[in-house]
């Protein structure tokens, strides 16, 4: 259910300088499966769908761009005419990937580019050992959280969920449709910081963890149980330098006019068991890239 413009996150496309290694970690850790590969870019999906992450070939790693889902087709032209409004530069009038029927790119605030779809086109269930049901949500670290904040509530109709701090707040958590948040917005240095793939339980958070430890790599934190959200979660960081977060049990929201929850100075909102935080978690993460677009 959703009541805005947004439907639905849509994929992430992740600039990588070893695709490889990027698909390995996707696939052998993560457990999504390839779709597609052409052209030096690998489409991957946990969900029924053609793609829920791309990974392109590059000689740097970055973020290429953030997606979402229009509602229809009336709703693809309404926030194609207050981008337009608002003087966000589109830089693609057409898909620019494979698998997608109709939509638009733009550059939003600090060089994000945002890529909004309309008929993700639907694959055939694909037999898997693991892997998560399907890619959830997004957290990210503009410099300026206030201004993206207005950014995604004006333009692309998302709801703010809980407000992180009082008085000079630190953070926000968004939703465009039930989930408590499809996208979360941190205070920081411009950085995109993970993306989220919910899985069927617990259980599947220990065995990430299993799977790494076979590798010899280790889990960054978790599994937790986040304040806001509710969502029991644990993070791993992948070839490109990005995190990858895990999640289970999130907080559904049916009431669409809810107030936000808000979280005072000094409330341990990240963590409900303990208030650690890995050194240099927030850290991590990619710059966005919008060379692709130049």
Same mark, same amino acid.
């Given at each position: ?33 390839? =779709?597609?590969?052409? %052209? ?9 769908? $053609? +793609?829920?992450?791309?990974? #392109?070939? /590059? ?118 449709? =039930?989930?408590?948040? %499809? ?9 995109? $910081? +993970?993306?989220?793939?919910? #899985?069927? /339980? ?37 070839h490109s330098g990005n995190v990858v977060e895990l999640y289970t049990d999130i907080e559904q929201i ?41």
């Amino acid at each position: 259910m959703s009541w805005g413009a947004i439907s639905e996150m849509g994929p992430v496309s992740i600039r990588t300088s070893n695709l490889e290694q990027s698909v390995f970690d996707a696939t052998q850790i993560l457990g999504l499966h390839e =779709t597609r590969r052409t %052209g030096g870019v690998s489409y991957l999906a946990a969900a029924n769908v $053609h +793609h829920e992450l791309a990974y #392109v070939e /590059s000689d740097v790693d970055g973020l290429e761009a953030l997606g979402v889902i229009a509602a229809d087709g009336d709703a693809l032209k309404d926030v194609r005419r207050r981008v337009e409004d608002e003087g966000f530069r589109v830089v693609a009038e057409k898909p620019t990937g494979e698998g997608v029927e109709d939509g638009f790119t733009f550059i939003g605030p600090e060089g994000f580019a945002f890529e909004v779809s309309l008929g993700l086109q639907k694959e055939a269930p694909t037999p898997k050992g693991f892997g998560p049901n399907r890619y959830g949500h997004f957290n990210f670290h503009p410099q300026d959280h206030f201004g993206m904040v207005k950014f995604l509530t004006k333009v692309l109709d998302f709801r703010v969920s809980d407000v992180i701090g009082t008085g000079g707040s630190k953070g926000f958590f968004l939703r465009c449709n =039930t989930e408590h948040h %499809g996208i979360a917005v941190l205070q920081g240095r411009g950085t995109f $910081h +993970h993306h989220a793939w919910e #899985v069927q /339980s617990v259980s599947e958070l220990t065995k990430v963890g299993d799977r790494l430890h076979a590798l010899g790599r280790d889990l960054l934190w978790g599994p937790v149980r986040h304040g806001a959200g509710n969502n029991i979660a644990c993070y791993y960081q992948e070839h490109s330098g990005n995190v990858v977060e895990l999640y289970t049990d999130i907080e559904q929201i049916y009431d669409d006019n809810r107030e936000p929850v808000v979280w005072e100075d000094g409330e341990v909102w990240w963590n409900q068991w303990n208030d650690y935080v890995p050194e240099g978690f927030r850290a991590l993460g990619l710059a966005p890239t919008a060379s692709k677009y130049r």
